[in-house]
């Protein structure tokens, strides 16, 4: 058996870098952002709301006013004709910025390299997977870190080798009392390989508000 070849790295040669953002401070550049929530809570409505933006050069909160990008959006859980098109209108989006990889012929996942290339062809400065489970490949049970790891560590370096931030929609577990971290369906892994972990939620007294935190 041939032995790896060791390669070591001095911290003084590595240059410090400062994050950059697509929506500051939620959403980094280059980076994994998770988005969860209750089913039902907005979590697909706002996130489509910041692609309209994104794809409009609309300023997003906290924000002057963005460059025009093209943003690559997947989702198994609403019709392309019937749901999001509708969606992506009402908010003002220019649908010709809006990309989704087919997968008439194969279903895409996490690890699937076409996420890669669908990026650098279209230079999206976003990728919005919706939701995670579905995009994860029929053999790969969620609960085992082992088989999570390597996943979000691949798709952590196809968003820092192009630059794009990268937001996985996930649901909310049903374990009521436990931290926000820990409510995320799967392994902690999923939202630990995270640099930006957002929640979506109702406000109790006023149910036709909803928060991010």
């Known amino acids: ?34 988005l969860q929530g209750d089913p039902g809570e907005g979590k697909t409505t706002m996130i489509l709301a910041v692609a309209s933006s994104l794809t409009t050069g609309s300023a997003l909160p906290l924000m002057d006013a963005i460059d025009i990008s093209r943003v690559i959006y997947q989702t198994a859980e609403d019709g392309l004709g019937d749901t999001i098109k509708p969606r992506l209108l009402s908010t003002g989006a220019e649908c010709s910025n809006i990309i989704v990889i087919d997968e008439s012929e194969k279903e895409l996942t ?72 820990y409510r995320g369906l799967g392994s902690i892994d999923i939202s630990a390989a995270a640099r930006s972990v957002l929640v979506v939620g109702r406000v109790k007294d006023d149910p036709n508000i909803r928060i991010m935190a």
């Open 110 to 181: 996490l690890s699937d390299e076409r996420i890669e290339r669908a990026i650098i062809e279209t230079g999206a400065k976003l990728v919005i997977i919706d939701p995670l489970q579905a995009y994860l490949g029929a053999k790969v049970d969620m609960h085992r870190v082992n088989e999570i790891r390597p996943i979000f560590k691949n798709l952590a370096f196809v968003a820092e080798k192009t630059g794009c931030a990268i937001v996985v929609v996930g649901h909310m577990n049903k374990s009521g009392g436990s931290k926000g971290m």
């Open 1 to 34: 058996m041939s032995k790896i070849e060791l390669k070591l790295i001095n911290m003084k040669d590595i240059e410090v870098k400062e994050v950059e953002w697509l929506w500051k401070p939620y959403i980094p550049s280059g980076k994994i952002t998770i």
